[in-house]
């Protein structure tokens, strides 16, 4: 495979039907997001926050592909796995506010989120964790003839996971597609100042088909997704993806990006992969006047949503 | 049957009851394990049941966990205890967690099996037991078998536990030798105490090759006529409160014997919930633990270090007031 530059959206976008449905869930991301952060500065959201904002298309145009017996995990930026795979945003709103209703009571919080009715192992706190997630379920899936989704950053790349955890999946055929979402910073450091080589490189070591592909293009991201998911489901083993994007936002709530290159935000909100999407499909107006409105509901029922009563009998341990 | 023996037939018998079950490690497989658990298992269950991995225990505790979110019931091998750092992200941060944050949407049903323990001349970082890392964790639980028949019960049960289990081997007993029956046996109970020897004078309370000590040591406190009481707690996490209770009650006072150092030990754990919940019951308590240095290699040195049967015998001759004269 061949490494493909940043550029335009591909031209061969899907029917009007299915690019609206990958433009739906890239602006419900985006505007889940900005919500967040809203709430975030109210005070409603506690802890901290790790915002998806610039990177959508990856999310949305991988798990677009994926079917019933597929799996992900994603990473502490995981809002945007999550919502890309169908996790129901009133639920996720509700567990960023520590509500009762949240998708794990509460539980969980932002970055802990586990949803398995829609396919998501988890979103995991630890850098590198998605991807030992999801060359776990890429053994359990084989069976089953499923693929396991693991996403994370260009920061986890230097973690022993990624090196033992791919070298396992390829040793062992697993169908386990990984996808380097290398937005060029982790955490607040620039990626070339701490990743020895080129990222997809790695893989490549490993035997592991790669490809570097723009991921601010989602059909592009779909097309790239869809060959490797369906290699892995043949049973001709893993794949690496390194999809090159952007966050728009800062790592986290504390961080407020300054370490940036003058210009450098600027220039990647030109290819901002909502913008690219809509200037494809046309009129998105009925689609984004839905979203408005499916935002401006959920922030007032997770607002009205109960806190989660402390359990004195919770338990430690699964019955049985 | 000898104690790895026991292992063995513990996972085959799960392996074919289950086909959920998967057991994988380095060198299990072809090899049969380096502590020779396992031999036979892939003739007999085929390479997409029991596997080979590369060294590798970040991928190894991964994959377990991944797995068994996904519907498999991973038994994994983390070769020595000493080993078990590299997997406490999968074990502590995910696995362990993973039925509380998801608010109950599942558990995750693996068991990693490890060998543990001093005297075998392994030296600092191949010899440890290493208990109190993992103690503290909600939702894991901690299996330390001290015979065979238990070892294949609790083995049983751990597979069978929809939640993580950690079970912990001691190198000294996988040649130990006990007659368990034929055939299969039943699973154990998780979390269940056995008292191994009546007494009335004390309670010395241990797991795995210290049950052993223990039983040695009360041999030679009968003849002092002390009558020593010896608790096998079998399961650290979660501990048979009630069976440290009931024995206290008969006895006043505990002696705790871990094989490990005594800041953070378990052993601490079980004063403390003598302390709280039967004090009105208690006369003494204290701990037998190793030295606070790491282990040493020399066999002198080592087994100065370990709390052996005479040593835990002179620390309750000591702490119940029998002068040496009293013997005389």
Redesign the interface.
Known sequence: MSRTQASKASEAAPDREEALELYRRMLLIRRFEDTVQDLFLKGEVHGTTHLYSGQEAVAVGVCSVLGEHD?V?GTYRGHGHALALGVEAQGLLDELLGRAT????G??GSM?V????HRL??C???VG?S???????????KREG?V?VAFFGDGAINQ??FH??L??AR??RLPAVYVCENNLYGEFTPYEQVTAGEIRARAETLDIPSQTIDGNDVWGVQTAAREAVQRARAGEGPCFIEALTYRFVGHSRSDPGRYRKPGELDSWRERDPLIRARDAIGDTEEVDQAVEAQIAQMIENALAAPFPSPDPN??????? | MEFRVAIRDALAEELERDERVVVFGEDVAAAGGVFVTTPGLLERFGPDRVFDTPISELALAGAAFGSAVCGLRPVIEIMFGDFLPLVMDSLVNQASKYWYISNEQASVPLVVRSAVGAGGRFGAIHSQSPVTWFHAVPGLKLVAPSTPADAKALLKAAVRDDNPVLFLEHKRLYSMKEDVGGGRSEAGELGSAAVRRDGSDVTLVSVMKGVHDCLAAAELLAEDGIDAEVIDLRTLRPLDRAAIAESLAKTNRLAAVEEGPRTGGWAGEVLAVAAEESLDDVDDLWRITTPEHPIPYSPSLEDAFLPGAEAIAESVRARLGFAVTARD
């Open positions: 799996r995990a949240g998708v794990c009571g539980r969980a802990n586990i949803d398995l009715e192992i988890g995991f706190g630890i964790g991807i030992a997630a999801a060359t776990g379920a890429a053994l359990a899936l499923g396991a022993g996971y033992e955890c070298n396992f040793v062992f919770a338990r430690e341990y699964k019955d049985g």
